[in-house]
């Protein structure tokens, strides 16, 4: 069986300031990774992927992650927070039902932002 | 192009009634899936639907079913509505479905059970 970890429920920075969220996995099979961010009232929406190739992964708005096997880790990071960034982000592993779509998501952790 | 359409946004139903969401997937997708998202147990995958077949069902009671369409577009019905049904129930598209492509999720259905 796979699961998330995300570790944090709320993370608060200042505008500019690193942002740093924290995703571990548990997986038997070779996992599929995918950050979401989900705004007030809205679905989600895909921030990156992981599949398989190169273990940096850039993706939309800035926002980036690393791929650590041995940690078993899917860091999401930004250098520079900004105002708008402010959101629930969920970390999800895919890959071991049989081929077929279905995602687990962690618990998420709800982003501040502050002047 | 168009996005994941769900209908209703928002819906109130009574305890012990019955509710059908619906979700019109992106044009030429054919997987849709359905989660639903709680306060207490954050997002649970429900179900998984491609080319009008269930592949993938979550541990949820048979209350909850589904199907889909022969044009992709997918249905949810839960049946004797319970008070901790009340939840945002998201519906996601795909390409063909497999556990590596990208799900674009819908806006989502509000249902509040009272």
């Known amino acids: 069986a796979q699961s998330v970890t995300q570790l944090g429920s709320h993370v608060s920075v200042s505008e500019g300031a690193l942002v740093l969220l924290r995703c571990n996995y548990s997986?038997?099979?070779?996992?599929?990774l995918f950050w979401y961010v989900q705004y007030p009232n809205q679905g989600l929406q895909l921030l990156l992927k992981y599949t398989t190739g190169a273990t940096l992964v850039k993706g939309i708005n800035g926002f980036e992650a690393e791929f650590k096997k041995s940690e078993t880790s899917f860091h999401l990071t930004k250098p520079s927070a900004h105002m708008s960034d402010a959101a629930e982000y969920f970390c999800a592993v895919s890959g071991d039902s049989g081929g077929y779509n279905k995602l687990i998501f962690g618990a998420g952790t709800r982003l501040a932002v502050h002047p | 192009k168009a996005g994941v359409t769900q209908t209703p946004r928002y819906l109130i139903k009574t305890r012990g009634q019955q509710v059908t969401l619906s979700c019109s997937p992106i044009?030429?997708?054919?997987?849709v899936s359905w989660y639903q998202q709680t306060p207490g147990q954050g997002l649970q995958f429900l179900f998984e639907?491609?080319?009008?077949?269930?592949?993938n069902k979550g541990n949820f009671p048979g209350r909850f079913s589904g199907r889909q369409f022969s044009n992709s577009r997918s249905e949810m019905n839960v049946s004797t509505l319970e008070l901790g049904d009340s939840a945002l129930y998201l519906c996601?598209?795909?390409?063909?479905?497999?556990?590596?492509?990208?799900?674009?999720f819908g806006q989502g259905t509000r249902l509040t059970v009272v």
């Open positions: 996601a598209s795909s390409l063909v479905g497999g556990s590596n492509t990208e799900a674009f």
């Open positions: 044009s030429g997708h054919r997987s």
């Open positions: 997986s038997s099979v070779p996992p599929y």
């Open positions: 639907y491609f080319s009008e077949t269930q592949r």
